[in-house]
Each structure stands twice: as C-alpha cells, then as structure tokens.
C-alpha cells in the first residue's frame, strides 16, 4: 500500500507563486514515475507534468515555461513549482505515482493518487 500526502496549496494573486509537495509513504519495489494533473471545476482531470525515474519530464504546453518538477529521492518526494500564475491555473492539484509493487505472484505497476490540493489564483 502507498500513501501520498500533499500539501502547500492555497489563494494566491495572478503572477504569484506556489510550490506544492508530495511526498509518498509505504512500501514499494520501485517508484517508475511521479508527476501532476489537475482538475478545474467542470472540466477534466489533465496531467499538468510528470517525470519518470531517471528520464525527461514532460509537461503540458499551458504550462511549459512557468512550472517546474523536481523530485528529493531521498525523502520519496515531488516538488510543483508554480510561477506566473494566471487566474486558469485555478484547479485541485492532485499528485500521481506509477510504482512497482512485490507480491508473492510477481511485480504490478501501480497507480497512485494523492487526495488533492486546492490552488486558487485570483485576478
């Protein structure tokens, strides 16, 4: 079983700054990938940016250029640097894991969420 846990959201004015956190707990084989989606009122869960283990990240083109990932290994934590913050940038911000899990049958990836972060940016 895997736990993530965020924090940091909140209201901020357009052109401000957030950074949220999420760090994960339990036990794993291996942590494949770690990253960000979102979800505005009425609309859809989108990925904001994720980054595999070792690889690129990738983040979404509304958002390129203003957010930045990063991730602490040691503490199985991932960071969401948020700047130039706009007014639809306004969502629950939710942290998302891929992790290897052991079982006595073999090894499942599997896919985690956290319990979602309020961010709110006003005009």
């Known amino acids: 079983q895997v736990q993530l846990v965020e924090s940091g959201g909140g209201l901020v004015q357009a052109g401000g700054s957030l950074r949220l956190s999420c760090a994960a707990s339990?036990?794993?084989?291996?942590?494949?990938?770690m990253g960000w989606y979102r979800q505005a009122p009425g609309k859809q869960r989108e990925l904001v940016g994720s980054q595999r283990s070792g690889g690129p990240t990738n983040y979404a083109a509304s958002v390129k250029g203003r957010f930045t990932i990063s991730r602490e290994n040691a503490k199985n934590t991932v960071y969401l640097q948020m700047n130039s913050l706009k007014p639809e940038d306004t969502a629950v911000y939710y942290c998302?894991?891929?992790?290897?899990?052991?079982?006595?049958?073999?090894?499942?990836?599997?896919?985690?969420w956290g319990q979602g972060t309020q961010v709110t940016v006003s005009s």
């Open positions: 339990g036990s794993w084989f291996s942590i494949d990938a």
């Open positions: 998302n894991a891929l992790v290897a899990v052991e079982y006595k049958s073999g090894r499942s990836i599997e896919d985690y």
